[in-house]
């Protein structure tokens, strides 16, 4: 599975801060950006880009921290949801496989070459990427969520799990099947009512994978467990001051 990632890092191109969420190459890695970050004199915090000082302070985010954060990128959610913003999926083979037999029909081919996936492929692939910078736009705190995720895993001694953290927060976000919605069952044909046959999409769990096997799995545990952390500190404090 391709991976994207929206690159927050800076380049030295552009003296070191590029415009947040809105950045789609690959390079410098966050390792590289951060190495450059803590060597930094100038640490002035900016409300539309991403320099040096963002890179430290998310580094030191402890989990209680990281986790109110994750609270409230989930609230954005919930809004940008209501508002019809939906999390992009990645084109299926059969999306892919659908699209390279219109394209050839178009074209008048007697067949369906390479050619005619590849230009599928390619199609839905813009398709995913504007959608992801959609998305991204929406959820303010995500940049600076997944720029924490992406820091402890490469201080964690897994840059290779960097490229997952983004794929794996709109996963935690909406973790629902798509083709379901969340209900484990189809409908009966033309009513909103649901029928007994479970959902193919997901086996009848409601649910998709998380991306990234035990990787993406782990990231999720770690979200999950300073959500819960977050939570109980918020209590504890409410309880101390009633
Ligand atoms: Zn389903």
């Not at 970050?37 to 990281?66: C, N």
């Not at 954005?76 to 029909?105: K, N, Y």
């Not at 927060?169 to 484990?184: A, D, F, Q, T, Y």
Request: proline content about 4%.
């Amino acid at each position: 599975m391709v991976v994207h990632r929206l690159e927050t890092s800076g380049c030295a191109a552009s003296g070191g801060q590029l415009k947040k969420a809105d950045q789609m190459n690959e390079t410098p890695t966050t390792q590289e950006r951060y190495a450059i970050a803590i060597r930094s004199s100038s640490l002035r915090v900016q409300a539309t880009y991403q320099g040096d000082a963002d890179y430290l302070i998310a580094a030191g985010w402890s989990k209680s921290r990281f986790g109110a954060a994750l609270m409230r990128l989930h609230s954005e959610w919930d809004s940008a949801e209501r508002r019809g913003c939906q999390i992009p999926r990645q084109a299926t083979r059969r999306q892919i496989a659908q699209l390279a037999c219109e394209i050839a029909t178009q074209q008048k081919a007697g067949k369906v070459t390479e050619a005619h996936s590849a230009a599928a492929r390619q199609r839905l692939e813009e398709g995913f990427v504007a959608e992801l910078k959609e998305t991204m736009r929406a959820l303010r705190t995500l940049p600076e969520v997944r720029l924490h995720m992406e820091l402890r895993s490469t201080l964690d001694g897994k840059p290779e799990v960097e490229q997952l953290c983004c794929a794996v927060l709109l996963h935690w976000l909406k973790p629902s099947c798509p083709i379901c919605n969340g209900r484990k069952f189809q409908l009966k044909p033309w009513t909103d009512e649901l029928s007994g046959n479970v959902c193919g999409g997901c086996a009848g769990t409601g649910q998709v994978s998380p991306p990234g096997g035990d990787e993406g799995r782990a990231l999720l545990s770690y979200l999950d467990d300073c959500v819960n952390i977050a939570r109980q500190s918020i209590r504890a404090r409410i309880f101390c001051n009633a």
